[in-house]
């Protein structure tokens, strides 16, 4: 049997997957990436509690769909900031993008 | 036709002259002098009617006039002024003095950058002066008193440029501020006990305590507020050892000499006793204390006018002798005598340093040893100082021997057999320093370089002859003239009124003392048939530390350097160390310390912020685990 245990722990697995990028990648395009995975690890638990708890309700599942649309948009966004930030400095390496700081 | 109640313009008016003469003054004609002259000679002229109104209506009357000014809990405070015969003659004395150094100061402060301002402030000072004298509360009273100290600080140090003048007037401003300390702690108990500012009601309760009554005032409340008070009007009057700063108010301008330290604020503190006499007589000890001080002070001051050799020193030492002799009158319950002292040596002074002044713009100098022989190129100030010097030394006719020897008479009748004796040499002494200030400075050879002097124009000289006239003849107050004023015992006085006493031994003795120091002088000084250098042999000692004013001057001194100064750099270090330096900078310090400290967690690095951020929300599910699923 598939329970809802199982989808939230992939869920959860993936999470920290995505979390561990956004962390410790060097790249501002994999950091990108990573957030994609935490928000559609988000996206996999939503859904997973709605079908199992209440499928009726629709509430999860229009969350999911809020989530996705704001995901693109933020996406777009964020790639629009990595592109500057590539044609001012010719690397997208975060470590070299110090300089407000103390 | 005009009478009492105008009375309250006499001080408004001068008030009232002060900001006009700052505003418009430089663009008079007179340059303001006009303006404080107009108000002086107005409250001059209000002063004869309401005189001639007191006398036709019952001479010893009182009438109040009250205005109330604001109420704060239950303390009112009220701008009133009392007409009584006290303050009408004050009220004289001081316009008609006021008026003659006025005009006076017309001519001698001349060429004066700041005319202007000065007659500004001579106007503040005789509406200060006036309110003062007609205040009908302890509280105006303190207010005038006080406005009246800030006129003599600005005008003793008017020539700011010299700072000796500086000095001088701080040394007066503090000295008489020391003692309004202890005038005010004085008001203040009457206050507290009669429970009003009035005058009247404290009176009241003064006298149902003398009279054995109930009374608000306890015998011992009543000693302290009277010692108090005395102690104020030993700083405005200059009793020793408060009286340091009135021989360097000479720095100031010869006409403010003779009208401030002379005739009018230096008699607010007699003023102030004969005003609160009834006080005094309800605590008799503090009259012994006021007799001791009066007497004290009158010997040592005399002592010092005789080995002073500047004009005007001799002058101020001989202004606070006079005081003493006063302060001595009333402390021997001569109510009357002290005021007719009061009135007659204001004219006699204000006379003498009219003249002093005259020498000065004549030839530039005042000290003695440098003048001689100068009745041949000024007679008419001669003449003015001589009158002047023979009335406050005591020769009959002139007024000066009149109250004095009223005054000689209240000490026979009320006080021990010492004080005489005392007063008796006080008295000798007087006629010997002014004899020998009026010979040395206007007898014997003139000088090639005195020659060259000038005598005084007619603006100086007019006042000079009025006040000489009145320095002669105001001795004839004693006596009787209408049937509403039977001479001044009958006008002025504490409980009852007297007629015209006179003590034929007493009187003949104190011409004789006069009479006697007058001729040595003579003989010393002019003929030169007696040598004082024996004299000056045998009292060298007593006359060294005459000289060196008692050390009193030096004894304040250091007492400043050493204790105060000391004091105030403590104080001062403490203020910089404790409170600036820790409390207030190191408070500030300290946030910058921890500021530089803590902006290090600002690395720049995206992936820090990020770790932050998972960490505080695993922090935050984490408490709310805890409180909400646990707890």
């Given at each position: 049997m598939v329970t809802l245990m199982h989808f939230q722990i992939v869920s959860a697995a993936l999470f920290s997957v995505g979390l561990y990028g956004v962390l410790a990648r060097r790249s501002a395009v994999l950091i990108l990436m990573s957030i994609e995975l935490m928000l559609n690890a988000v996206n996999l638990n939503l859904i997973a509690i709605a079908s199992f708890t209440d499928?009726?309700?629709?509430a999860g599942f229009i969350i999911a769909i809020f989530v996705i649309t704001v995901g693109a948009a933020e996406v777009g966004l964020a790639l629009a900031i990595v592109l500057r930030m590539f044609r001012n400095r010719a690397t997208v390496n975060i470590d070299e993008i110090e300089l407000m700081k103390w | 036709m005009i009478g009492m109640e105008y009375a309250w313009l006499i001080p408004v008016l001068s008030f009232v002259a002060f900001p006009l003469i700052l505003l418009l003054g430089k663009f008079l004609p007179g340059k303001g002098s006009s303006i404080s002259i107009g108000a002086i000679g107005a409250g001059f002229i209000l002063f004869l009617f309401v005189m001639v109104d007191r006398l036709s209506n019952g001479a010893t009357e009182q009438a109040f006039f009250k205005i109330d000014w604001f109420t704060v809990g239950s303390v009112e405070l009220t701008w009133g002024f009392i007409i009584d015969p006290l303050s009408v003659s004050i009220l004289g004395l001081v316009t008609f003095v006021a008026l003659m150094v006025q005009i006076y100061s017309l001519s001698?402060?001349?060429?004066?950058?700041?005319f202007n301002w000065y007659f500004g402030i001579q106007a503040f000072f005789a509406g200060s002066m006036l309110t003062l004298v007609l205040a009908d509360n302890f509280l105006l009273l303190y207010i005038a008193w006080e406005l009246v100290g800030l006129c003599s600080y600005l005008l003793i140090g008017f020539w700011y440029e010299r700072k000796p003048a500086v000095e001088a007037a701080k040394k007066a401003f503090i000295t008489t501020r020391l003692a309004d300390v202890a005038l005010l702690v004085g008001i203040l108990l009457l206050y507290k006990q009669v429970g009003s500012f009035s005058m009247s009601e404290t009176f009241e309760q003064a006298e149902l305590l003398m009279a054995g009554a109930n009374s608000a005032l306890s015998s011992g409340t009543t000693l302290i507020a009277a010692l108090l008070l005395f102690v104020g009007a030993m700083g405005k009057s200059a009793q020793v050892p408060l009286h340091v700063w009135l021989p360097d108010?000479?720095?100031?301008p010869t006409p403010v000499s003779a009208l401030i330290h002379a005739a009018t604020m230096v008699a607010a503190g007699i003023f102030l006793v004969a005003r609160t006499f009834v006080i005094f007589e309800a605590a008799p000890d503090s009259l012994l204390i006021v007799a001791i001080v009066g007497l004290l002070t009158t010997l040592m001051a005399a002592s010092m006018a005789l080995v002073m050799t500047d004009l005007k020193q001799i002058l101020a030492y001989s202004t606070i002798s006079h005081l003493g002799l006063m302060m001595l009158s009333l402390g021997s319950f001569g109510y009357t005598a002290a005021i007719f002292h009061l009135m007659t040596h204001g004219f006699s002074k204000a006379l003498l340093f009219l003249a002093a002044g005259s020498v000065m713009h004549g030839i530039g100098r005042t000290d003695i040893r440098q003048m001689g022989g100068l009745i041949k190129v000024m007679p008419l100030t001669a003449l003015a100082f001589g009158i002047g010097a023979v009335s406050l030394g005591g020769i009959p006719i002139f007024a000066g021997f009149w109250s004095k020897d009223e005054i000689l008479l209240s000490v026979l009748d009320h006080r021990h057999p010492i004080f005489m004796i005392l007063v008796l040499v006080a008295v000798f002494m007087s006629a010997l320093y002014m004899a020998r200030a009026f010979f040395v400075a206007f007898m014997g050879e003139i000088s090639d370089e005195n020659r060259k002097g000038h005598e005084a124009p007619v603006f100086m000289a007019i006042p000079m002859i009025l006040l000489a006239i009145l320095a002669v003849?105001?001795?004839?107050?004693a006596l009787e003239w209408t049937d509403s004023f039977r001479g001044i015992g009958s006008f002025i006085f504490a409980h009852e009124g007297h007629g015209f006493e006179f003590n034929l031994m007493l009187g003949l003795g104190s011409t004789i003392l006069a009479t006697s120091a007058f001729i040595i002088a003579w003989l010393i000084y002019v003929k030169g048939s007696i040598s004082i250098s024996p004299f000056k042999r045998t009292f060298a000692p007593i006359i060294s530390i005459a000289e060196r004013k008692y050390y009193l001057d030096s004894a304040y001194q250091g007492f400043i350097d050493r204790v105060v100064l000391v004091f105030s750099s403590l104080v001062a270090k403490f203020d910089r160390v404790f409170v600036n330096d820790f409390a207030v900078n190191g408070v500030a310090e300290s946030v910058k310390r921890s500021a530089f400290t803590l902006r290090h967690h600002v690395t720049g690095l995206i992936y820090n912020y990020a770790f932050v951020m998972v960490v505080g929300a695993i922090v935050l599910v984490a408490a709310w685990w805890a409180i909400a699923v646990k707890g």
């Open positions: 499928p009726e309700r629709f | 001698y402060m001349k060429d004066d950058p700041r108010a000479m720095e100031g003849t105001s001795g004839l107050l």
